[in-house]
């Protein structure tokens, strides 16, 4: 990894980010301000947003329930009718408060308001400021299926204030937490090891989302369409997404995002192992670092089956392939790779047995 | 206008389309094909296509239900499940076979499934070759608001075969006939002299559709994101949406677009003539050749105001203002005209006396 100043993009901004909101306002002058809360934020957010930017004017808030389920076309259909309904138009402005379900949702319904209006992010959980807010990716969910309907369009800006970060409980931290393993695994031996040696997550937090940012924008920059290597990126996400799918489907209180992409990195950890040559020992040390930060849950093997069922339905397949990314080594990842069903099997029982 | 031949992007295809379209498949080789037809372009177009392209491996083929109703969010979300269902990825391929319902909606569609999969436009109706399929913006109606969710994403080919043509009744004729007449109004009055001088609009199909292809690619080309010129293609289209909406609430024939935007360039003619400068008698011929080819229709003082109304949600609007696009000289457009609803109403009492 670069210095990371090196690498962050100059519209995403960490130093006073409401200064620089209000200065885009006055250069681009949008017709009207829309502001995109969740029941979540609008009650820990939005006070202290507001405080912070008395001058800016906003035209309507927007809340939507909080939660995954609210991340659907259905929300878009309601939120489009209502930016028509308050006369948006396409140098309207829509800002967008809140974690990843707000920056995906928001993202998708300005980059499809009259094919295309300016969003802004600003990030209010771990999740979102290391990884959903940024990138370019938006997208609302297809019943259980993940961003199954999205566009590629980058937010105008996107600001981080990290004092949001202390609304979150431990749960929703450990949730963006597995994107910054995620990210020090694919990219990184040294900030890997230095995320991982602190007892608390957030004591580092500028560093390690600082880091992390730097980390996906290097990516995401080279490779925007994810023709290449941007798969990296989806390190643990192949089997995590469809683990948290299935979550969905069958349990009560689902996994987290960062959850079940916890148990994914270890699933495609140990098929790296199998398949691309990853020393032992590191699998070792992964699994121990992650079973530090997350409770793992086994699988039996009828849900194993419907894991792999759900396969099917990821964005990376190729001719009814799926392909895996794996590690050749820590920091160091390949990607398309196929794999068959008995070791995806084998990597379950490693897990189970942990 | 240039020379028509060197102004037709490379990939709109009209020497041996189907050719081209094998070619591709052979080179880009994409996961699986679909096709998507409307229940007018089943029958009478996709018996003729299947002829052609014995060799297209179709893996699928989609109907929807033929008529403007169909551009929906519902008919989107019908399609996105079937192309998950088929396990479509993001290296699939969705053959639009229709009009511009088809290519609107299919294109929509499949830029936005799994943010984005290639599709390939075959327009089969006059509208659909001269101005749906082609310049890249595809989209869905919000209620009875006209493409106010859509993208700006180009078809990989669209492939011309005129022989779709002769499937068509007049009227669907005229209504692809009234962009060729905007294309001479605002490009070049030649083109605008020549497509007026035979009496049977599809004697010159060929000559008429390139001319067509050519003004509007080489705008589009300059402008790809209306920022600016591309915007004069709105030419007779802010008051004919708005006619078009109005049409669709309230009668049990709606106009069809073309029909709409006769009005509306008859309208936008006269504010034309009152504000920018365009010669009264040029205001006279072009109503003289709209009334040849379209039965005209008179509006109350009550429809006037409902239409006047309707302008609110039209998509070059800013802070409010309704912005037309009006001529200065024939194949001479000026944009961002703002006008007083008094002139809008003199417009309309000038329609309704003629």
């Known amino acids: 990894m670069n210095s990371i100043n090196d690498t962050l993009p100059a519209n995403y901004i960490f130093n006073k980010p409401y200064e620089k909101l209000i200065q885009l306002l006055r250069e681009r002058r949008p017709s009207k301000v829309f502001l995109l809360v969740d029941t979540d934020t609008e009650e820990h957010c939005l006070p202290e947003f507001k405080k912070k930017t008395e001058q800016l004017p906003i035209n309507e808030v927007f809340t939507v329930k909080s939660g995954e389920r609210t991340k659907s076309f259905d929300t878009s259909v ?178 987290l995002h960062g959850e079940a992409i916890a148990h994914g990195m270890i699933l495609e950890s140990y098929l790296s192992y199998k398949i691309s040559g990853l020393e032992k020992h590191y699998l070792t040390d992964i699994i121990t670092v992650i079973k530090k930060h997350y409770e793992l849950k086994g699988f039996s093997e009828a849900e194993q089956n419907n894991i792999i069922d759900l396969l099917r339905y990821d964005k990376k397949n190729k001719n009814g392939n799926v392909l895996f990314v794996l590690l050749k080594n820590m920091g160091d990842a390949v990607h398309n790779i196929s794999i068959e069903h008995d070791i995806i099997k084998e990597a379950f029982s490693y897990l189970n047995d942990h």
């Open 78 to 255: 309601y939120l489009w009718k209502k930016l028509a309904e308050h006369d948006a138009d396409r140098h309207s402005l829509l800002i967008n408060l809140g974690g990843g379900m707000i920056t995906d949702l928001g993202g998708f319904v300005a980059s499809t308001y009259k094919r295309g209006m300016d969003f802004i992010n600003i990030p209010t959980t771990l999740l979102a400021m290391v990884d959903a807010a940024i990138g370019g990716k938006t997208g609302v969910n297809l019943d259980h299926l993940k961003n199954q309907i999205g566009t590629i369009s980058s937010a105008r800006l996107v600001l981080f204030d990290l004092s949001y970060l202390q609304t979150l409980n431990e749960k929703e931290v450990k949730s963006g937490f597995a994107e910054v393993l995620k990210h020090g695994l694919i990219a990184s031996m040294d900030y890997w090891k230095n995320v991982n040696s602190k007892e608390n997550v957030l004591d580092q937090a500028e560093y390690m989302i600082k880091g992390s940012v730097s980390v996906k924008s290097s990516i995401v920059e080279k490779d925007p369409n994810e023709e290449n290597i941007r798969k990296h990126l989806n390190f643990g996400h192949t089997l995590g997404h469809a683990i948290e799918s299935f979550s969905h489907k069958t349990m009560e209180t689902p996994m």
